[in-house]
T-cell receptor, first 115, second 116 residues
Framework: DTGVSQNPRHKITKRGQNVTFRCDPI?????LYWYRQTLGQGPEFLTY????????KSRLLSDRFSAERPKGSFSTLEIQRTEQGDSAMYLC?????????????FGNGTRLTVT | AQTVTQSQPEMSVQEAETVTLSCTYD???????LFWYKQPPSRQMILVIR??????QNATENRFSVNFQKAAKSFSLKISDSQLGDAAMYFC?????????????FGAGTILRVKS
């Protein structure tokens, strides 16, 4: 178990640019979640996958955000035409479903700063 | 939609003492799970303790225990014999037991400071 890995750890971009983050879940985990966390707040749900299927997207997620999980392994989160309000920590988590109440395991996050 | 409320933005405790962090939640569901997660500064979030709503017995994990009051929709975390390493942001979280509805819903968090 190498844990959930997220890259990059930090990303600074100019407003209007596109950015892409990657998440590698724990290998046997079939569920993968993306959350956004701003300073001093709790994580806010964005979307989640079971295997390669995206099962739920937050209504708060604008059309500029898109996530994929090809082949049910790693996932990418892309933000197009970034805005200053997108500045936040983006957290990825994974879990193994089908075994009852399994907890989410979180990565270290990607901190995005939009200037 | 479910909501989680943590009414204490910040708490302090003396090393070796006991502290209780509060959490309330709102749901119309009867079956769900509750969690406490710990997020140390600049480090990843880790699970502290979890509780299944159908279990009446309060969960315990070493120095950590919960007081789960289902009727009151309350889920507090008690940390006994506090240690410096307990200093962190603590999040209470709710998760539906529905098969395809089980994302975590987090509260705003409580910063715990431990004084030596």
């Amino acid at each position: 178990d190498t844990g959930v890995s997220q890259n990059p750890r930090h990303k600074i971009t100019k407003r209007g640019q596109n950015v892409t983050f990657r998440c590698d879940p724990i290998s046997e985990h079939n569920r993968l979640y993306w959350y956004r966390q701003t300073l001093g707040q709790g994580p806010e749900f964005l979307t989640y996958f079971q295997n390669e299927a995206q099962l739920e997207k937050s209504r708060l997620l604008s059309d500029r955000f898109s996530a994929e999980r090809p082949k049910g392994s790693f996932s990418t989160l892309e933000i197009q035409r970034t805005e200053q309000g997108d500045s936040a920590m983006y957290l990825c988590a994974s879990s193994l479903e089908g075994q009852g109440n399994s907890p989410l395991h979180f990565g270290n996050g990607t901190r995005l700063t939009v200037t | 939609a479910q909501t989680v409320t943590q009414s204490q933005p910040e708490m302090s405790v003396q090393e070796a003492e006991t502290v209780t962090l509060s959490c309330t939640y709102d749901t119309s569901e009867s079956d769900y799970y509750l969690f406490w997660y710990k997020q140390p500064p600049s480090r990843q979030m880790i699970l502290v303790i979890r509780q299944e709503a159908y279990k009446q017995q309060n969960a315990t994990e070493n120095r950590f225990s919960v007081n789960f009051q289902k009727a009151a929709k309350s889920f507090s975390l008690k940390i006994s014999d506090s240690q410096l390493g307990d200093a962190a942001m603590y999040f209470c979280a709710y998760r539906s037991a529905e098969l395809y509805g089980n994302k975590l819903v987090f509260g705003a968090g409580t910063i715990l400071r431990v004084k030596s």
